[in-house]
C-alpha cells in the first residue's frame, strides 16, 4: 500500500497538537524524528484499496431458440456504484457464435453514479447450440462484469399449403397439372436463400411405370 504527507516539518509549542493528511507513497511505516530525543517515533499505516466498482443490469440472457437470420436484442444497463470513475472495456470473444453479438457500446467511463444503457443485439447465419461468456474488464480492479449468453439457433420450418394433390382420373398419355405452394412458417424473415428438395414416393413412380 501507497502513503505520504504533504507536510513533513513542523514546530511545537508546549501543549499543542498538530494534524497531518497521509496520502499515497511508497511506505507502510512513518518516522518521525524529534529533535534532543535519541530514537524515532514510528507509526504504523494500513488500509484497504478499493478500486473502481460497476454491476451489471442482468448476469443471463436466455435466448431460447431462435430462427437462424432472426435477430433479437437485449437491452442492459451498467452502473458505477464505486466512490470514483470507472473505466470499462469489453474482453473480445473468439469463438463462432461470438460473433454473431453485436454490441451498440463496448467500452466507455462512468462518473461516480452514473448509468449507461447499451444494446445487444443478436442474428446468427450458423445453426446450433451456443453458451457463450461476455467479460467486460474494470481499469484499476481485478473483478469483471460477466454476461452469460444461452441459446439454440434453429433451421426455418416449411409446409405445404395442401395435405393432398388428387388427380382424379387421368387419359393415359394425358397430362394433368395441380399446383401446391411451400410456405415458411418461422414467422422470420429468411434472408438467406434456402435449399429444398421434392421427392416421389417408390410406390407413386411405380404406378405411373405401370
Known amino acids: 500500500?501507497?502513503?505520504?504527507?504533504?507536510?513533513?516539518?513542523?514546530r511545537f509549542l508546549p501543549v499543542s497538537w498538530a494534524?497531518?493528511?497521509?496520502?499515497?507513497?511508497?511506505?507502510?511505516?512513518?518516522?518521525?524524528?524529534?529533535?534532543?530525543?535519541?530514537?524515532r517515533l514510528d507509526l504504523?499505516?494500513?488500509?484497504?484499496g478499493i478500486g473502481p466498482?460497476?454491476?451489471?443490469s442482468?448476469?443471463?440472457?436466455?435466448?431460447?431458440?431462435?430462427?437462424?437470420t432472426a435477430s433479437r436484442t437485449q437491452e442492459l444497463t451498467i452502473e458505477n456504484k464505486g466512490e470514483i470513475e470507472a473505466r470499462f472495456e469489453l474482453l473480445q470473444n473468439d469463438t463462432p457464435f461470438s460473433r454473431m453479438f453485436n454490441f451498440d457500446i463496448t467500452h466507455g467511463v462512468l462518473k461516480v453514479g452514473e448509468r449507461l444503457n447499451f444494446n445487444i443485439t443478436f442474428c446468427s447465419?450458423?445453426?446450433?447450440?451456443?453458451?457463450e461468456v461476455f467479460k467486460w474488464r474494470l481499469e484499476g480492479s481485478n473483478e469483471v462484469q460477466v454476461l452469460n449468453c444461452n441459446g439454440r439457433v434453429v433451421a426455418p420450418t416449411f409446409?405445404?399449403?395442401?395435405?393432398?394433390?388428387?388427380?382424379?382420373?387421368?387419359?393415359?398419355?394425358?397430362?394433368?397439372t395441380l399446383e401446391v405452394e411451400l410456405v415458411t412458417v418461422s414467422y422470420t424473415h429468411l434472408t438467406l436463400p434456402t435449399i429444398y428438395s421434392v421427392q416421389i414416393s417408390v410406390v407413386a413412380v411405380s404406378l405411373k411405370k405401370k
Do not use: M, P, Y
Open 1 to 10: 500500500f501507497f502513503f505520504s504527507s504533504r507536510r513533513r516539518h513542523t
Open 53 to 56: 466498482k460497476a454491476s451489471l
Open 125 to 131: 447465419t450458423i445453426l446450433g447450440g451456443f453458451s
Open 19 to 39: 494534524r497531518r493528511c497521509v496520502q499515497e507513497t511508497d511506505s507502510c511505516t512513518a518516522w518521525c524524528n524529534v529533535s534532543c530525543q535519541e530514537e
Open 159 to 176: 409446409k405445404f399449403t395442401k395435405d393432398l394433390l388428387d388427380f382424379e382420373k387421368v387419359s393415359f398419355s394425358f397430362t394433368k
Open 58 to 68: 442482468v448476469g443471463e440472457w436466455e435466448i431460447g431458440d431462435i430462427f437462424v
Open 44 to 48: 504504523h499505516l494500513s488500509g484497504t
